[in-house]
């Protein structure tokens, strides 16, 4: 326990310094770029945020399905803490594109095809929370995991938004691979390393937290069952 | 450098958005150590009340 606990920590603090690296990548190592100028640079932290919100969410379908066979509740677990970081990560995407919308487009926000779907995504994975919070226990894992396999149906229609509706969101991954200079892609693909990191960590935080909620509440229910049953026989 | 707010404001709010996820983590966590502290308490006064049984 003792050994698991210095390795959750290491890794946080892992964490904490390839993201200081990614954010000295973001500021000083990569160009700014001749058209967009200083405003491209959320570009760094945009695309990571929608990979790992997409990532977030196949964990989420994964662990729903793992927990539909085996009715293991730490794959609900899983499941729930996922889908809490995955809209962590879609907000911030949510809001970092408009604000690079709005010196580039003109506009904060228009209904085109990636932003729209991205909206609906974000609803989806805060109706599956609000759903956890309003449906009773024994109900909540089940329709959780339903819920959780049926919602991932929007991250593919998100993720090639791009390429099967006309729209004017800028298509990073192309036929020919990431079209930019090479020290953006070494940027981009360190951010992403730097995201990853961070979602690991704040995924096992949270995962252990739960389970702690778990435990508790199991003991808690032990122990007042015991209390009554004493002051029965007192 | 005109665009300079728009960088600043996108940086802001994505790090003002994990630290706080990160401050609800630490207060859940602590919560959970205020929860576990009074199951102890309570444990101990049964054990007491047995005992003097």
Redesign the interface.
Known sequence: MKRLQTLSIAFQVLTYVVMLFALYAIFLYAPVEKT????Q??FY??VP?AFLAYLAFLVTFIASILYLIRRETRWDTVAHCSVE?GV?FC??VL??GP??A??IWNVWWTWDPRLTTTLILWFTYVAYLTLRRSVKENRRANLSAVFGIIGFINVPITFFSIRLWRTIHPVVITGQGLNMSRPMKFTLMWTMVAFCF?FFA?LV??IQ?ER??LF?EE??DI?ED??SK?SER? | ?D??I??F???G??WT??FA??FK?FR??RA?GE??DH?KT??RR?IR??GG?
Do not use: C, E
């Open positions: 967009m100028g200083v405003i640079k959320i932290i945009h945020s970081i962590v907000t911030i809001i970092t604000i690079w709005k010196p961070l704040l935080s949270r937290i702690l909620k508790i003991v808690t122990m015991m209390i004493n007192n | 450098m665009n300079g728009y960088l404001a996108a940086f709010i994505t958005i994990i996820y990160v983590l859940d966590q959970l929860q576990i199951i309570t444990i049964n009340i047995d049984d």
